[in-house]
């Protein structure tokens, strides 16, 4: 890396980092969900290092699986292979719900409602039906059922994704999801903050406003 650029990023990092009221574990957290989009193999490998100082394995795993459904397995598979070239100790192994979709109604319903099921509701071919059904198997049903993270903190490394991303209506509703789950705007804002030095300026001013819209 160009010497002046390295010094210059390194000294907006620190600044960002220095002010930051999210715990470093925290912020390692939300940087690799952001990563995990981005599909960065440098940094991502540098941050699973510099989580592992403040986290374990299991925990930075549960943070990767569950972005699957939102960022699809392809990325979600390729974060994983560098975590496993940066420590082999698998993750914790949880039952599945024989009821994927009861399951994962208990935890979508007070967050989301019938949102989603109501938007695809005149959907053809059965698509109304089933893209609601899967989301809430999947989304929520098969990871969210899996112990090894609250809910407060699914929501808020999901929506560091969702940021990365820039899917506006998603953006939207995660982020009052969010507040339901036990985040405060605050977190929710430096969320979004500690991607600065990522993403930039345009996304996470974008996502602020969101996010402030959201506990209006």
Same mark, same amino acid.
Do not use: C
């Given at each position: 890396?160009?010497?002046?650029? #390295?010094?210059?990023?390194?000294? !907006?990092?620190?600044?960002?980092?220095? +002010?930051?009221?999210?715990?470093?574990? +925290?912020?390692?957290?939300?940087?690799?969900?952001?990563?995990?989009?981005?599909?960065?193999?440098?940094?991502?490998? +540098?941050?699973?290092?510099?989580?592992? *100082?403040?986290?374990?394995?299991?925990?930075?795993?549960?943070?990767?699986?569950?972005?699957?459904?939102? &960022?699809?397995?392809?990325?979600?598979?390729?974060?994983?292979? &560098?975590?496993?070239?940066?420590?082999? #100790?698998?993750?914790?192994?949880?039952?599945?719900?024989?009821?994927?979709?009861?399951?994962?109604?208990? !935890?979508?319903?007070?967050?989301?409602?019938?949102? &989603?099921?109501?938007?695809?509701?005149?959907?053809?071919? *059965?698509?109304?039906?089933?893209?609601? +059904?899967?989301?809430?198997?999947?989304?929520?049903?098969?990871?969210?059922?899996?112990?090894?993270?609250?809910? #407060?903190?699914?929501?808020?490394?999901?929506?560091?994704?969702?940021?990365?991303?820039?899917?506006? /209506?998603?953006?939207?509703?995660?982020?009052?999801?969010?507040?339901?789950?036990?985040?405060?705007?605050?977190?929710? &804002?430096?969320?979004?903050?500690?991607?600065?030095?990522?993403?930039? /300026?345009?996304?996470?001013?974008?996502?602020?406003?969101?996010?402030?819209?959201?506990?209006?």
């Amino acid at each position: 890396m160009d010497q002046d650029y #390295k010094t210059i990023l390194k000294r !907006f990092k620190d600044e960002v980092t220095s +002010e930051n009221p999210l715990s470093k574990a +925290e912020q390692e957290l939300t940087i690799i969900s952001a990563l995990t989009v981005l599909q960065d193999k440098a940094d991502l490998k +540098e941050h699973f290092s510099i989580a592992l *100082n403040t986290v374990s394995v299991d925990l930075i795993r549960e943070v990767v699986y569950q972005l699957s459904p939102a &960022i699809g397995s392809s990325k979600v598979k390729n974060a994983l292979r &560098i975590l496993n070239t940066v420590t082999k #100790k698998d993750g914790q192994h949880f039952a599945i719900p024989e009821d994927t979709y009861k399951a994962g109604l208990e !935890f979508q319903k007070p967050l989301y409602g019938n949102e &989603i099921k109501d938007l695809m509701a005149d959907l053809p071919a *059965n698509a109304g039906k089933l893209l609601p +059904e899967w989301l809430t198997k999947n989304f929520f049903g098969d990871y969210y059922t899996r112990g090894a993270l609250p809910v #407060k903190d699914r929501e808020r490394y999901l929506l560091a994704a969702l940021i990365t991303m820039n899917v506006d /209506f998603q953006i939207k509703a995660h982020a009052l999801g969010s507040l339901k789950a036990g985040n405060s705007e605050s977190e929710l &804002i430096w969320t979004a903050l500690t991607l600065l030095p990522y993403i930039g /300026f345009p996304l996470v001013i974008n996502s602020v406003q969101k996010i402030h819209q959201a506990n209006e």
